[in-house]
Structures are given as C-alpha cells and as structure tokens.
C-alpha cells in the first residue's frame, strides 16, 4: 500500500534500510502474486535517484519489493534533463510523495573526476558536471571523493526544489519531499539528510 505521506514514505525507507543493513532483509513484494499486481500498474512509495554503481541497488538497499521504488541511475547520480523529466513523471503521474537524491562511498564517478588526465568518449561530460561539488567540497576535511559525493547530492536536492517544474512546485505546496541520502557500501547503512 502505498504511504499517504512524505514522512511516512521516508519512514518505510528507513525501517527497510535498517533490515537490510542489520541482514534480515525480509526480500518481501518480489514473488510472482506481486509481479501479478504491478502488472496492471505502479504505485512507488518513492522516487529514487542514484549512481549506476552495481553495488548501489536501492530496491535492495532499502529492502523493498517490486513496484515500491521509482529509480533513475546514472553515473554520479547526475540528474540531466530526462531524469528530471522522469522525476516528474513519478511525482505527477505516479503520484510518489518522496524523492531521494542518493550518493554512495568510494563512488568511482567522483574518483574518475579527481584523476588526472584525458577521459574519452562522452565521460567528460560527467568529470565536468561533478567539478563543482568536488570544489566545495575541498578543504572540508576527511576523504574528498566520500565529501564530493555528499555535495553533490545536496546540490541536486537543491536544483530539484528551486526548478520551476513539477518537482519544485509540488516540494513547495508540501505534497512532494525532496531529501539528500548518503549510502555508505560497506556498512550498508544510509544516512539521509536535507
């Protein structure tokens, strides 16, 4: 079912997380009488945005079943103009009351960015987009690609409630959350924040 609320969404996030990082994830939602259901359409308790990273799965990160999450990935977890497009399906049309902007540790996105030396194809494209976070985030202390990551996220958080679209305008009224989460890969454990 799904939540009537932001914070109660949020609250499902969290309880699952917990599951999963404490190991007894309860793997629920996911068997055929469940695919049945999504079948004749979708009802996400949230949007998710996250990185590509094959160890960032967030149905399972946050211990939820087929149909619970709406998810855009791309590397960095950069929103461009299709995945806000997305985001605005999710919000509009599906009618999530949350959306989550999630980074990870250790995300190899930001560590290409700090490299030095030419990447090919289209992967300057990502390197240029992350280079304001990882700007902001020097001389912060500790580990600069685990802080460049958390900037970009609240970054995002930012962009999406200041967007004169969709996303904006139902943060403002209230009916939509827009929160930023950091996923740290080895505890499996995920810390939100605004």
Not at 92 to 97: D, K, R, T, Y
């Amino acid at each position: 079912m799904k939540p009537e609320s932001p914070a109660s969404a949020l609250r499902e996030l969290i309880e699952g997380n917990r599951r999963f990082a404490s190991g007894a994830s309860e793997r629920a939602r996911r068997d055929p009488a469940r695919r049945a259901e999504v079948a004749a359409g979708q009802h996400p308790r949230a949007a998710v945005v996250t990185c590509s990273d094959s160890r960032v799965a967030p149905e399972i990160v946050f211990d939820q079943g087929l149909g619970d999450i709406f998810v855009v990935r791309t590397a960095g977890n950069l929103i461009d103009t299709y995945g806000i497009a997305s985001l605005e399906y999710a919000a509009a049309h599906l009618g999530v009351p949350l959306v989550v902007v999630m980074g990870h540790s250790r995300c190899g996105a930001v560590e290409a960015a700090l490299q030095e030396g030419e990447a090919s194809g289209n992967l300057p494209a990502i390197i240029s987009a992350l280079e304001p976070a990882i700007e902001a985030a020097k001389g912060r202390g500790g580990d600069l690609v685990d802080a460049a990551a958390r900037e970009n996220v609240r970054s995002a958080v930012a962009a999406l409630e200041l967007r004169e679209t969709v996303i904006g305008v139902l943060a403002a009224s209230g009916r939509l959350r827009v929160v930023g989460a950091f996923y740290d890969i080895e505890r499996g454990t995920v810390e939100f924040f605004a």
